[in-house]
């Protein structure tokens, strides 16, 4: 598995490259999984975009995947663990991963954390989503 980068255009003739990296096991700083090759291509962002699934509450725990990710992060490399993150909850327009949603807002919240809804399906929260991500990479827009 590799990378797959794309480029997304923005507002103001604005663009930037986003990787999609697949994603990473428990054991990834050990060299489990991809390993240090999935952690080397994280190490080139300046950005990280977590992207969670909420549609296995309750099989799956998205808080203890969350945890796990940025463990793996921060034992491999503690900078990794620093950069700045955008945690993403995709498949929204499922009523499971909305209840989901309302559950678990609330903990990610305690955590310090922000959630952006979105539908890949619809484009709901896609436009939110992007303002992030630009004004995470260049500031906040011009009025």
Known sequence: LTPNLGVVSYKDFRSFVVADI????EGAHRGAGLGHRFL????????????LD???VPERDPVREYH?????LLLFD???AEKPQVVVVNKIALPEVRDALLELTPVFAGLGVTLFPVSA???????????EIAGRLWGPASP
């Open 22 to 25: 697949p994603g990473l096991i």
């Open 40 to 51: 080397k291509h994280v190490e080139r962002t300046r950005l990280l975009v977590h992207i």
């Open 54 to 56: 909420f549609s296995h």
């Open 68 to 72: 796990a990710l940025n463990r793996e």
């Open 78 to 80: 503690e900078q990794l």
């Open 121 to 131: 399906a619809t484009g709901e929260g896609i436009p939110d989503l992007l303002d």
